[in-house]
């Protein structure tokens, strides 16, 4: 049972370049959530998925596009990447959504490392 | 916008000593959770505590929460070289259409 795996692990990327961020989990959650974290900022909601088909934005979605089309996938794309995006990244997936009344417990990934030079 | 503040924001201590740290939040709650993060590693769950409870426990790990107070402590006893990390709480906001919010983490050292 891997739990939420993301890759890359580390990424370089020039001002201007697009990546996609991959995240999987093999728990059959339907909940997935993006965050990225800064330091002194702790961790920030970026996007977030209550099923496959089903996004929205969370706290700071500029500059990140995401898609759902299946239960497993959850990936994150820079469309145009900007030393302001320099960050740790964090995919995380629960079996029910916050708010949902019911335990959400979150499990998260090993995070991606991204510098945007 | 944070929801939790925990406090203090850095605490260092012996081996064996007990490690209280608190967070405070603003809104109601459905729940409160406190994960661990390991440097470089990702965030891993610790405990969860409902709105209607007030004490669990965990291993060598005590939450309370005050619901009048908006705030929760957690408590790790005879603390271990290996409890070094940081320490954050989340927030099940009531109404928040679906999303737990962190808060910024208390860096725990543990000192052999």
């Known amino acids: 049972n891997a739990g939420v795996t993301q890759t890359p692990k580390f990424q370089v990327l020039k001002t201007g370049q697009s990546m996609t961020l991959q995240c999987a989990q093999d728990?059959?959650?339907?909940?997935m959530s993006w965050y990225r974290q800064d330091p002194g900022m702790g961790l920030r909601l970026i996007h977030y998925s209550v099923g496959a088909g089903i996004t929205d934005q969370g706290e700071v979605p500029n500059g990140y596009n995401v898609s759902r089309s299946t239960t497993e996938d959850f990936p994150l794309r820079l469309l145009s990447a900007a030393p302001s995006q320099t960050s740790v990244y964090f995919c995380?997936?629960?079996?029910?959504?916050?708010?949902?009344?019911?335990?959400?417990?979150?499990?998260f990934g090993a995070g991606t490392r991204l510098s945007v030079l | 916008s944070q929801q939790g503040e925990e406090d203090p924001q850095a605490l260092s201590i012996q081996e064996g000593e007990n490690a209280t740290m608190n967070c405070s939040y603003k809104t109601s709650i459905n729940n409160l959770q406190w994960y661990r993060q390991n440097s470089g590693r990702g965030l891993v769950h610790l405990i969860l505590?409902?709105?209607?409870?007030r004490e669990k426990h965990s291993g060598r790990l005590r939450v309370t929460l005050d619901t009048s107070k908006k705030s929760s402590s957690l408590l790790i006893t005879a603390s271990r070289a290996a409890d070094t990390a940081s320490y954050f709480c989340a927030t099940d906001e009531m109404g928040a259409n679906s999303k737990l919010t962190f808060g910024k983490g208390i860096t725990l050292s543990v000192r052999p």
């Open positions: 728990m059959n959650h339907e909940y």
């Open positions: 995380a997936s629960s079996y029910s959504r916050p708010g949902s009344g019911t335990k959400n417990i979150q499990y």
């Open positions: 505590i409902r709105s209607n409870e």
